[in-house]
């Protein structure tokens, strides 16, 4: 039988779960985990960049963005036939889910029939889809449904008292509002954050509290462990003060903590996965991370890659999942 969802956690409820002795948070994570989800199967998922650099946004952690020093170039959306290529390589590398970036602060009118046309071609190949654009109107979230996006990627980053102290040129409840739009348009929702960016505990609290009371719970949940890129805000913060970094401990138990709240999103294990031992990487499955990346990239941040995690998988006796397409969210009645 699944676990009770509840919608209705406090602050101090989720605060108690971090607080926990790391084993017992451990082995509640894990039965919840089991009650769900098939404890030895994780989801591969394979992240590529379809328009890199060049965005707006200040986001003190992006290598992106055109506030940072970082030497990424600016590129244009690539070609269709480009992206299907890549989409059918990650196919047959086992990958289930393609999941497809554009570093734009929103996507222009102008390029919604090249993104409609890529979703329309992956999914003809039997992937799931995710896209990460950036802010959607309601319209655009309905030209994606319609084309039959499975999930669309929008992380609210952090708690909201801390979200302003990593980006001032979007609020947060713009972030909410992104996702409110996808849910009305029946996509499914995949939101999570970084950890590691200087925040306190209780910033992750805030962070999961958000997501876990949100009215329904994201299908998809990544976490991401921040990845200190020279030229950005954070990258350069980090460097001169490297006891802000997560260790490896606070960083299971946020993924713990995800998956109790959360018992029946998909808890991905993001970005910094390839600087964690294999040990860290396995108290995270072990705590209800079902999901991850693979290939030597995520968007421009270097990730383990297929023969670093084939051989991982082999060696704690897990297996990519495999099932059937997941159910859409239901499309939200239109008020009258």
Same mark, same amino acid.
């Given at each position: +039988?699944? *676990? $009770?969802? %509840?919608?209705?956690?406090? &602050?101090?409820?989720? /605060?108690?779960?971090?607080d926990l002795p790391f084993t017992d948070l451990l082995f509640q994570a894990a039965s919840v985990h089991r009650e769900s989800h098939p404890p030895d199967q994780v989801q591969l998922c394979t992240l590529l960049s379809i328009k890199t650099g060049g965005c707006?946004?200040?986001?003190?952690?992006?290598?992106?963005?055109?506030?940072?020093?970082?030497?990424?170039?600016?590129?244009?959306?690539?070609?269709?036939?480009?992206?299907?290529?890549?989409?059918?390589?990650?196919?047959?590398?086992?990958?289930?889910?393609?999941? +497809?970036? *554009? $570093?734009? %602060?929103?996507?222009?009118? &102008?390029?919604?029939? /090249?993104?409609?046309?890529?979703?329309?071609?992956?999914?003809?190949?039997?992937?799931?889809?995710?896209?990460?654009?950036?802010?959607?109107?309601?319209?655009?979230?309905?030209?994606?449904?319609?084309?039959?996006?499975?999930?669309?990627?929008?992380?609210?980053?952090?708690?909201?008292?801390?979200?302003?102290?990593?980006?001032?040129?979007?609020?947060?409840?713009?972030?909410?509002?992104?996702?409110?739009?996808?849910?009305?348009?029946?996509?499914?929702?995949?939101?999570?954050?970084?950890?590691?960016?200087?925040?306190?505990?209780?910033?992750r609290v805030g962070f999961v509290h958000t997501l876990a009371t949100l009215p329904q719970h994201p299908e998809s949940v990544p976490v991401n462990a921040l990845v200190p890129v020279k030229g950005t805000v954070l990258g350069d913060m980090l460097a001169d003060?490297?006891?802000?970094?997560?260790?490896?401990?606070?960083?299971?138990?946020?993924?713990?903590?995800?998956?109790?709240?959360?018992?029946?999103?998909?808890?991905?294990?993001?970005?910094?996965?390839?600087?964690?031992?294999?040990?860290?990487?396995?108290?995270?499955?072990?705590?209800?991370?079902?999901?991850?990346?693979?290939?030597?990239?995520?968007?421009?941040?270097?990730?383990?890659?297929?023969?670093?995690?084939?051989?991982?998988?082999?060696?704690?006796?897990?297996?990519?999942?495999?099932?059937?397409?997941?159910?859409?969210?239901?499309?939200?009645?239109?008020?009258?």
């Amino acid at each position: +039988m699944a *676990a $009770a969802v %509840r919608q209705d956690w406090t &602050r101090e409820e989720i /605060a108690a779960l971090f607080d926990l002795p790391f084993t017992d948070l451990l082995f509640q994570a894990a039965s919840v985990h089991r009650e769900s989800h098939p404890p030895d199967q994780v989801q591969l998922c394979t992240l590529l960049s379809i328009k890199t650099g060049g965005c707006p946004e200040d986001c003190g952690y992006c290598s992106q963005s055109v506030h940072a020093d970082s030497g990424v170039e600016a590129t244009k959306l690539m070609d269709v036939q480009a992206v299907l290529q890549s989409a059918a390589q990650a196919k047959d590398h086992g990958s289930q889910r393609f999941c +497809m970036g *554009a $570093a734009w %602060r929103n996507p222009k009118d &102008r390029d919604m029939p /090249a993104i409609v046309e890529i979703v329309k071609g992956v999914r003809a190949m039997g992937m799931e889809t995710c896209m990460t654009l950036g802010m959607l109107s309601p319209r655009q979230a309905d030209m994606l449904a319609d084309a039959g996006l499975d999930y669309y990627n929008h992380n609210i980053d952090s708690s909201p008292e801390y979200y302003e102290r990593v980006i001032s040129t979007r609020k947060f409840d713009e972030r909410i509002e992104t996702l409110d739009h996808v849910r009305n348009a029946g996509i499914n929702v995949c939101s999570g954050g970084i950890v590691g960016m200087g925040e306190m505990r209780e910033d992750r609290v805030g962070f999961v509290h958000t997501l876990a009371t949100l009215p329904q719970h994201p299908e998809s949940v990544p976490v991401n462990a921040l990845v200190p890129v020279k030229g950005t805000v954070l990258g350069d913060m980090l460097a001169d003060t490297p006891m802000a970094k997560i260790d490896d401990i606070e960083f299971v138990r946020t993924v713990a903590v995800a998956r109790i709240t959360m018992p029946l999103s998909m808890v991905r294990l993001s970005a910094g996965r390839e600087s964690m031992s294999d040990a860290a990487q396995a108290l995270c499955f072990l705590a209800g991370a079902n999901s991850i990346f693979t290939g030597d990239k995520l968007l421009t941040a270097p990730n383990a890659g297929d023969d670093t995690d084939a051989a991982l998988f082999d060696r704690l006796g897990l297996t990519p999942l495999h099932g059937d397409e997941p159910m859409r969210a239901s499309k939200v009645a239109e008020s009258a």
